[in-house]
């Protein structure tokens, strides 16, 4: 091969080399910046997003809550929290079990506790009637 050629190839190369290095630095740099502009731009996307529904979830806890305030201070549901009480007393299906609920323990359950404990049951049967 001649000098000539020797030369022209050694030029190109010397040209090319580092144009192909330079050209492979700024594409990684590029390729490094852009990422991190999308990883940021999503990050900034999920944020705002987050922050509106924290916002609306307040918003809705608030809304509930002052309803709450509200339907509590109406004289209609402190009369009728206040009637419950009683009611609930004389409701005649609580008596009822509580009468069923009492002769089943006086009558099959004690039978079957004394056979097997052998001991005065009188005083735990007045705490069950105490209960009331």
Do not use: W
Request: charged share 20%; glycine share 4%.
């Amino acid at each position: 091969m001649q000098l000539k050629n020797r030369l022209s190839i050694v030029a190109v190369l010397l040209a090319v080399i580092p144009l192909l290095i330079s050209c492979f630095v700024i594409g990684v740099l590029a390729y490094q910046e852009g990422k991190a502009a999308v990883t940021k731009e999503i990050e900034n996307n999920l944020v705002s997003r987050r922050n509106a529904m924290q916002a609306q979830v307040e918003h809705y806890v608030q809304t509930i809550s002052d309803q709450l305030v509200t339907l509590a201070g109406s004289t209609m549901v402190v009369d009728a929290s206040r009637a419950f009480s009683g009611a609930f007393a004389s409701y005649p299906h609580v008596r009822e079990a509580e009468l069923s609920l009492s002769r089943f323990y006086e009558t099959q359950f004690l039978d079957q506790y004394r056979q097997k404990n052998r001991v005065t049951v009188s005083a735990r049967v007045a705490c069950l009637r105490d209960l009331k």
